[in-house]
């Protein structure tokens, strides 16, 4: 699976959008964009996934480039509940026992009052 | 959605003694299921993926012997930490993907001190 680089932290006022890069210049033709988020002591929380085209669901947007070198994840109105880390996984779309998925160190999302 | 249930959420037990930790599917069939292990300001760890009916697999560096891993029906698997040690503290989470599933389920994880 291709490796992805995130900024280790971001700030975003409460009530903006808050947008979350992530770098996957190695990403092979048919592998996906996953983003998941992690609440202080909670487990991980699926969000989003997409392989070329756009795609919005209730909790985000997710923007990938025309090269799929990269991609961001938009936060239309970020809350206080939103503060978490947030993971950006590139993969193949196995399922069963591949599924298995390799985490990175994410980014800090602040969402300030 | 999906919800995977995770049993206790904080355990404390004494070096040398087993922790049982249990992880149910609510409302799906987990034909897979995954144990991670997160340290403090860290990022989660796989540890070991198991199959219903099967042996897990476990990732490089895990003992087998010391983190027993059964997964007997489509919607409980459990993980023992067999002969706790203080190193064991750990956060631990279980994660399940049901036949056809593009994204995967976690537990709310599960807090092990060992003193």
């Known amino acids: 699976d291709a490796k992805t680089t995130q900024p280790p932290s971001m700030d975003c006022a409460e009530g903006r959008a808050a947008n979350l890069p992530c770098n996957h210049s190695?990403?092979?033709?048919?592998?996906?964009v996953y983003w998941y988020r992690q609440i202080h002591s909670q487990g991980p929380q699926y969000i989003i996934h997409?392989?070329?085209n756009n795609e919005t669901n209730e909790m985000a947007s997710l923007i990938i480039t025309e090269d799929r070198k990269s991609s961001t994840l938009i936060l239309p109105h970020a809350t206080l509940r939103d503060t978490a880390v947030y993971y950006c996984?590139?993969?193949?779309?196995?399922?069963?026992?591949?599924?298995?998925?390799?985490f990175g160190k994410g980014t800090l999302l602040t969402v300030n009052p | 959605g999906a919800v995977v249930s995770q049993h206790p959420s904080r355990v404390i037990c004494k070096s040398g003694t087993s922790v049982k930790i249990e992880c149910r599917s609510l409302?799906?069939?987990?034909?897979?299921m995954f144990w991670y292990r997160q340290f403090p300001k860290q990022s989660l760890m796989l540890m070991a993926t198991?199959?219903?009916?099967?042996?897990?697999?476990?990732e490089q560096g895990v003992e087998k012997d010391k983190f027993l891993i059964n997964h007997a029906s489509l919607t409980l698997s459990t993980l023992t930490v067999t002969s706790a040690h203080p190193e064991d503290s750990s956060f631990y989470i279980c994660?399940?993907?049901?036949?056809?599933?593009?994204?995967?389920?976690f537990g709310n994880g599960t807090r092990l001190t060992v003193t």
């Open positions: 994660s399940a993907t049901g036949t056809g599933d593009m994204s995967l389920h």
């Open positions: 190695t990403i092979s033709g048919n592998e996906y």
């Open positions: 997409g392989l070329k």
């Open positions: 996984i590139v993969r193949y779309p196995h399922r069963g026992s591949n599924y298995k998925l390799t």
């Open positions: 409302d799906f069939q987990a034909t897979t």
């Open positions: 198991s199959n219903e009916g099967s042996k897990a697999t476990y």
